[in-house]
């Protein structure tokens, strides 16, 4: 659990972040999101310390998180940044290892760590590891980038505009391997962005910055129905709000039982998606199936028409 | 394929270079002509060799302080505690660079005595100024997600200096370290007139004797020494950037 009390930052007579207070529960996913310059990359670097406030405090599982040196701190929560910040000088296996190393970790724990992480991210580990960054896809490094902030199996992952650098082919790939992830590892993630359509399919809760203040900090569905300012209004978008409702579920949650003719939807793709593949398909049902194949059901166009409609 | 020429052209240059450096003698007969009749076409005031070593260990101790000193005060200059003295040390390593070799050495003689001493002042002087200025650019243009990156993976500022920033940093030091050696090599010749052991002596020698073949082989050591020297560095630098990323 982070628990962030009245924390303010200042540069001179600039306030970049001000007396904001939130609790972000372990083991979710929490989105800032806001227009550049909001406050919400400097929000997430006073977490681990890159920045220091000028007043308040942050407790991490009730620990103020001043109480160690700030490097010692850093070991401990992973860090992901835009542009991936691989070491270049560094193989991909050095680079997953830094913080491992920095712990002082036996090498044969780091390298079974390190592939372990390779393997989880679908890379080999012999043909990657020994590879340096440059010779690998930006889809890759970001990858590569993830798994170093992984290595040394932080409760915390703060990530800020991961993606950001990416190609939306790759992004989406990106984003659904970071949710496996975040799944398989139960980390609490904290991610900045400036893309709501990232924000709403990826958050458990989102936090809204505007001008460094919260405006508004709720589950997507919530900020969908009650959005809190004109802000928030005009950042969700009034025309995409049935869109993003969808975007918040999968389609593995709106299967109902029943066949259905066409191309199968995987479980895990979102709802939004599945009623795009229905639109252009010109079918009203389309079956739905598991990470393994099993059918699991059907997915109708009435179902998801109920779905986006404002709830009540 | 593309390299195999250049480098056997240094090869050869290389080998001519230390026969001639141990068997002298060899190569009278393309000198003599060269000299008026009498005079003698190989330098005889004492052996090429250990001139061409003395020469050598004098440019190396000068460059190595240097280094020493300017990658030292660059690195003092990058951190925010030693940020203020930017201006004082670009400063004094840019006189040291306008201050000619000549003066200083005019200078030193009085306080030190005659011999390397003087010399290696004045190189060390002189070849500040290309190290400092490359290990700044070196150490301030680094990209700033590796240097934010470095921090967040929750290195101290010592282990972000030797593991990532000096690192990365390298091929640009070697090039400052390469044109201060190239220029130290040259400048280090004048030492022999406060008699310092540098290959200087035959060129002196052979100014004073009006001959010259003298001139010609103490020149010609200096810059096929010049030559190979840079051309080493050149090599390295590229051995550090490819592993540094940057090409």
Known sequence: MIEIDNITKRYGDNTVVDNVSMTIAPRTVTVIVGTSGSGKTTLMRMINRLVEPTSGAIRIDGEDN????????????GYAIQGHGLFPHRTVAENIATVPGLLGWEKSRIEAKVKELLSLFQLDPAAFGPRYPHELSGGQQQRVGVARALAAEPNILLMDEPFGALDPVIRAKAQEDLLAIQKHFGTTIVLVTHDMEEAFHLADKIAVMDKGRIVQYAAPEDMLVNPATDFVETLIGVGERPFRLLSIGTVGEAAEAGTAE??????????????????????????????????????????????????? | ????????????????????????????????????????????????????????????????????????????VTRPIGAEFLPLSRSLVNIGQTFPPVAVLALAVPVVGFGEKPTLIALFLYGLLPIFENAMTGLSTLPPAIVEAARGTGMTAWQRLTKVELPLALPIILAGIRLSVTISLATATIGSTVAAKTLGEVIIAGLQSNNLAFVLQGGLVVAVLAVLIYDAFSAMERMVSRRAGRV
Do not use: C
């Open chain 2, 1 to 76: 394929m593309k390299r195999l020429l250049p480098n056997l052209l240094r090869l050869a240059a290389l080998i001519i270079l230390v026969a001639f450096l141990v068997q002298p003698a060899l190569f009278e007969p393309l000198l003599k002509p060269l000299v008026q009749a009498n005079a003698p076409a190989i330098y005889n005031q004492g052996s090429l060799l250990s001139l061409t070593l003395s020469h050598l260990t004098t440019v190396f101790i000068a460059t190595f302080a240097a280094t020493v000193v300017a990658v030292g005060l660059a690195i003092l």
């Open chain 1, 66 to 77: 001043r109480g160690i040196p700030g490097y010692e701190l850093r070991r401990r929560i």
């Open chain 1, 262 to 312: 066409g191309e199968p939807l995987a479980a895990a793709t979102s709802q939004r998606d599945a009623l795009s593949s229905l639109l252009w398909s010109g079918r009203e049902a389309l079956p739905v199936v598991g990470a393994d194949g099993v059918p699991l059901g059907r997915v109708t166009l009435a179902s998801l028409a109920r779905r986006a409609a404002r709830p009540r």
